[in-house]
């Protein structure tokens, strides 16, 4: 079946150390997004990309990084400059930007050792 | 800037109920606008895509109408089930064909 493909599940972080979430998709979609998750709150955008090698950032992109090489990936970092790293991650995908439903993986949950 | 609202934050009801959930934004020079629902612990799916020029969709139970005039959008859910209780959020893009802006949701109970 076609989707996003979101790893690990959940995932550990030391103080000043840097971790990557994977995204993976198989629906052959141009756009990809990465959103954080706080409890109680809705999602905050953190980066998007409209096509390979193109990203551009979001409303809270300070301390992460991401890379898009293949149309299929959007890895994330979480740099040891996220002060706050503790949250829900999801990644989506669409057709295109904004006008096309998104799919959503079922989410990194990240915490701080 | 666009913002997204859902009221009410949480909502409780009995088994078989309809029930009507809000959504209301600022900017009306929308695209679309989407419902998603999340399980505990799960990423979001797709449930409704209204285009501007529409006023409503349906899928099964569900039937979500548009009035961009009054920057509001409305979930109605017939009959509701205990499989119904989940999070309920709306989106709208940014701007044109921006990426989404999303509300912080309603969380459904629906008791059996």
């Known amino acids: 079946d076609g989707g996003i493909t979101q790893s690990p599940k959940y995932l550990f972080r030391k103080e000043g150390q840097n971790v990557t979430l994977s995204c993976e998709q198989n629906?052959?979609?141009?756009?990809m997004y990465w959103y954080r998750q706080d409890p109680g709150q809705g999602l905050r955008l953190i980066y998007y990309?409209?096509?390979?090698?193109?990203?551009q950032k979001g409303d809270i992109a300070e301390g992460y990084s991401v890379s898009r090489e293949k149309k299929e990936s959007f890895p994330l970092t979480v740099t040891s400059a996220q002060k706050n790293p503790t949250a829900f991650y999801l990644c989506?995908?669409?057709?295109?930007?904004?006008?096309?439903?998104?799919?959503f993986g079922d989410g990194t949950r990240l915490s701080i050792l | 800037k666009q913002e997204v609202t859902q009221i009410p934050a949480a909502l409780s009801v009995p088994e078989g109920e309809n029930l009507v959930l809000n959504c209301s934004f600022t900017d009306s020079a929308i695209y679309n606008l989407q419902w998603f629902r999340q399980d505990p612990g799960k990423g979001l799916t797709s449930l409704l895509l209204i285009q501007s020029s529409q006023r409503e969709q349906t899928s099964g139970r569900l039937n979500a109408s548009l009035d961009k005039s009054s920057g509001r959008s409305t979930l109605y859910i017939a009959a509701s089930q205990p499989g119904d209780s989940a999070t309920y959020l709306c989106a709208v893009p940014e701007s044109g064909n921006t990426p989404l802006v999303f509300g912080k949701g309603t969380r459904l109970s629906v008791i059996a």
């Open positions: 629906l052959n979609h141009d756009a």
């Open positions: 990309s409209q096509i390979v090698n193109d990203f």
């Open positions: 989506a995908s669409s057709a295109s930007i904004g006008n096309q439903p998104q799919h």
